[in-house]
């Protein structure tokens, strides 16, 4: 049974930072694409990064570039976003995912769809 638990969320205020982290079980973890997405109140859930643990791909949506990093502890089998000087618009729910696509080009790059796994998301509040 494929299992995501995502922890790290909370309240920070603009310039802040926090570390997302997702737990991964379930699945062949060699060749995971896992890819982290957040929703805005109102707004449709976005993709904010991915990688690809076969090549070692890492992905990022332009609105967080320079500022989150994605990486892996292959050991835990867990995902890490950390996201640094913080923004309003970096408020939402966040989610990690695997059976995402993580493209390198295209006009979309981190895409879920039908089969997509998702876990229970965690809040990220930017306020001052």
């Known amino acids: 049974q494929v299992q995501l638990v995502e922890s790290g969320g909370g309240l920070v205020q603009p310039g802040g930072s926090l570390r997302l982290s997702c737990a991964v079980s379930?699945?062949?973890?060699?060749?995971?694409?896992i890819g982290w997405f957040r929703q805005a109140p109102g707004k449709e859930r976005e993709g904010v990064s991915c990688f690809r643990n076969g090549d070692g791909t890492t992905v990022y949506a332009d609105s967080v570039k320079g500022r989150f990093t994605i990486s892996r502890d292959n050991a835990r089998n867990t995902v890490y976003l950390q996201m640094n000087n913080l923004k309003f618009e970096d408020t939402g729910v966040y989610y990690c995912?695997?059976?995402?696509?993580?493209?390198?080009?295209?006009?979309?790059?981190?895409?879920?769809?039908?089969?997509?796994?998702w876990g229970q998301g965690t809040q990220v509040t930017v306020s001052s």
């Open positions: 995912a695997t059976a995402v696509r993580c493209l390198t080009r295209g006009p979309r790059t981190i895409v879920s769809g039908p089969n997509t796994y």
């Open positions: 379930g699945f062949t973890w060699d060749y995971a694409v």
